[in-house]
């Protein structure tokens, strides 16, 4: 069983278009991360949820706004699609927010903004 | 902020020598320190973590990594390269902020590459 699932795997749409990327643990995991890895392969911290409490990286454009329906679900909606938001975004999670737990890692989802 | 520095974007061994990654860390409190690794078109998967116990790590696949405080420095390392082994490497380290979440942060990665 995948611990970690992201759908879609790829994404390819057209600026201005609102587009969501679903995550699904079935780890019984307490927190849930988003990251943006660029072209560069740089990995960046974009929102961290925890017991209904959201973190959000202040650097973050309000464009993306993540989703929890249940703890082990947390979407990302994207609004407006901007070039520059081709990325590849993973999700992850872990069994709690402490710093010593380990985060397992989505497959990732290529979106490409065209 | 904690943060971590990787040296060499790209590391090239032939197979069966040793493979030498290097990480240091800054931090001003003992670090929680991680090695995960990426394989083409896949997700990031955990070789190993410090978490203050003993300095010497053994993870996955035969890679192990020793924390020397005095260096600040959290290096991988492999006796023998094997073909496998080529992929994206990433050192990272968590930060726990002033809410009490936990953010990894990596490093920039050091893309694995095996002679035959």
């Known amino acids: 069983d995948t611990a970690v699932s992201q759908t879609p795997k790829y994404l390819v749409t057209q600026m201005g278009n609102d587009k969501s990327i679903k995550c699904e643990q079935n780890?019984?995991?307490?927190?849930m991360y988003w990251y943006k890895q660029d072209s560069k392969k740089f990995l960046k911290i974009m929102f961290s949820y925890n017991n209904k409490e959201l973190i959000i990286n202040e650097t973050v454009p309000n464009r993306f706004s993540p989703k929890s329906p249940d703890k082990a679900h947390l979407n990302l909606h994207i609004n407006s699609l901007e070039l520059g938001d081709s990325a590849v975004y993973f999700c992850?999670?872990?069994?709690?927010?402490?710093?010593?737990?380990?985060?397992?890692f989505g497959p990732g989802t290529r979106l490409t903004v065209t | 902020a904690q943060s971590v520095t990787q040296l060499g974007s790209h590391v090239s061994v032939s197979e069966g020598a040793l493979v030498l990654l290097r990480c240091n860390y800054s931090s001003s409190v003992p670090p929680y320190l991680f090695w995960y690794v990426q394989y083409p078109n896949q997700g990031l998967q955990l070789l190993l973590k410090y978490t203050s116990a003993a300095t010497l790590v053994k993870g996955i696949n035969g890679f192990e990594a020793e924390f020397k405080k005095s260096e600040t420095s959290f290096h991988l390392t492999k006796p023998s390269a094997h073909m496998s082994d080529a992929a994206e490497y990433f050192c990272?380290?968590?930060?726990?902020?002033?809410?009490?979440?936990?953010?990894?942060?990596f490093g920039t990665g050091t893309r694995l590459t095996v002679i035959p």
């Open positions: 992850a999670s872990s069994q709690g927010g402490q710093g010593s737990y380990e985060q397992y």
């Open positions: 780890l019984g995991h307490d927190t």
């Open positions: 990272a380290v968590s930060d726990l902020d002033q809410t009490g979440a936990n953010n990894l942060f």
